[in-house]
């Protein structure tokens, strides 16, 4: 297990540098630059420019930028903002936590009606209820996730005006729990329709699979009922693919959802992503990939360890 | 060894007159286009305490759906194509709740799988697995029933139950997997045993010792067994009766000794003469059966055996033979049967 763990950890290391290499890369080849603002600025001469561009250091060859930059990540100084100099892990660091109250309810909810739906889905397969709920996880996937967001502040931000249409507190109210949930309802409820759809179609096809099993009709055998088959036998040999699926989403809880967090003008990470990309920042950009590089890996290891945790047949080695 | 009493469904005094189990009529006929797949068409025996009864046939010939049939352990939308009675104890089980019937399963009839690994849940620990019956039907507690699955692996010759108990199926070898299935089936002491092929996924050594055990456990139980098989072999040496399948029915029942010293259907008298056997002087060629098995779509209208039939007449392709007496203990379909 420990022999297990360092293992991964060491294979994490080249999966970061080759994920730090390619950011950095792509980053140098997008047009524009993070001077390219100052340029329509009348009130900055090209010699301020230039001057600026020595201060950054963004007038040496690319792969000095790079080195510069890569031992700062993994010495634990990410580098510092463009605009207004801050510690660029301090910036992403201050946004985690609405990300993750915004990202842990959605999937949280998401999980809990997504698994009931594909269960009762696999059982009455080919019921109304399945085929209702199988046509629209298809409907909900389609849709882009900003019309639902859209759709949702029309009716009830401004129609019925129940709920705030955007934003973490009323202002003036900052702290306040009740304000809180209230801006948190309609974020909420649109990033876990979209998670819902997804994890309703993986649970039911989980389930269905582990139903077909010749040991399930053991159990049917044995004269147990519906519900300790589905519990005791199902539940822990369909749970393995969805744990997996865990695993790949933990990272969203970090990373934030770019789409929802910007309609709903949520402080979260997927804002600050879509931000730093406008402004430019690359020091946050390429901060945040690193961030979410991490969580992945992290998130996949995790997965790894539960499922050996249920099924015995995997080993760790 | 002796095992816990459990209860059973009626007193044995009542039920000894009459057979255990009574299969009167048994029909799997699926709808399809243009005719249903007559899967098992009019199938019915009798088994009584004690006794195993051989039904053996090719790949094809309903020997499964029927077992399946009777412990109406077919899921939807099959189940509601079966027909006919079956009686077990007096008790007519196609007339339960599926609840009742679930009260039954694994206490007064249970079965043993082909494939012990894929009949086996691979992510719980065989121990469990057989404690479950115990809990189930006997209401005894985690500990008693972890207790109990131990005894009843003993009973089945594994060594170290302890061990074995704590184990996972994938750790045990093939033989030992099936050992264990036959504890959880026996957990209750069924009064009937149905074993589907159980000793078809294992090695030939280990297929003659999980034969004994059935028969040991039977002597120790009581227990009636239906045991199928495509192996006539394997019915010689276990079986007191045998009942040969074709194409959805009984072609012909009889004692063993009967059966295999003089099979009087022209399809048993085929299968028993395709057996190896080891006196044969010189190495020749096994006689088969010309053609195949018809499918459960495409039975002739007469008997089904008729067109791969060597003695077939017009009578044969015209009309199916019914399956009567032809000696006391003896039922037989044909109408140009061998001499007995």
Known sequence: ?317 | MTVAGAPVLVEPAAAAQGALLSVRGLQLHIPSSPRPLRAVDGVSFELRRGETLGLVGESGSGKTLTALSIMRLLEPPLSGFVRGEVALDGVELMSLSEREMSDLRGRALSMVFQEPMTSLNPVMTVGRQIAEPAMRHLGLGAAEAAARAQEMLRLVGIPDPARVAASHPHLLSGGMRQRAMIAMAIACRPALLVADEPTTALDVTVQAQILELLGDLQRELGSAILLITHDLAVIAENAHRVAVMYAGRIVEEAPVDVLFAGARHPYARGLLASIPRIERSRPEMLPEIPGVVPGPGERPAGCAFAPRCARATARCHAEAPPLLDAAPGHRLACWEPFDG
């Open chain 1, 1 to 317: 297990m420990i022999g297990f763990l360092l293992r991964r950890l060491l294979q994490a290391i080249p999966l970061l540098v080759g994920v730090s290499v390619i950011g950095f890369g792509l980053m140098h080849l997008a047009p524009g630059g993070p001077l390219a603002v100052y340029t329509l600025n009348p009130t900055i001469q090209a010699q301020d420019i230039e001057r600026i561009k020595v201060l950054f250091g963004l007038d040496q060859p690319v792969h000095v930028q790079y080195a510069k930059w890569a031992t700062g990540i993994f010495s634990g100084n990410w580098g510092y903002t463009f605009f207004g100099g801050r510690p660029v892990l301090g910036v992403i660091l201050e946004r985690v936590p609405a990300t993750m109250l915004l990202m842990g309810s959605a999937l949280s909810i998401a999980i809990v009606v997504g698994l009931a739906i594909g269960v009762l889905g696999a059982t009455r397969r080919y019921s109304v209820f399945d085929v209702l709920a199988t046509s629209g996880a298809l409907v909900a996937l389609s849709f882009p996730t900003f019309w639902f967001g859209l759709m949702a502040i029309y009716v009830f931000a401004i129609e019925l005006r129940w709920l705030p249409s955007g934003g973490m507190w009323e202002l003036g109210e900052e702290g306040s729990v009740v304000s809180l949930l209230r801006h948190l309802v309609l974020p909420t409820l649109v990033l876990a329709l979209v998670i819902t759809a997804t994890w309703s179609r993986y649970a039911r096809s989980a389930f269905l699979e582990a139903l077909q099993q010749d040991f399930m009709r053991t159990a049917r055998a044995k004269g147990l009922s519906p519900r300790a088959r589905l519990l005791r036998h199902a539940f822990p040999n369909a749970a393995k693919p969805l744990v997996a699926l865990l695993g790949v989403e933990l990272p969203f809880l970090f990373s934030g959802a770019l789409v929802a967090e910007t309609i709903f003008a949520w402080p979260g990470m997927g804002r600050l992503f879509v931000d730093a990309l406008t402004m430019k920042e690359y020091p946050i950009l390429m901060g945040m990939m690193m961030f979410t590089a991490i969580f992945v890996i992290v998130g996949n290891l995790l997965a790894d360890i539960a499922i050996a945790a249920i099924d015995p047949r995997v080993r760790l080695s």
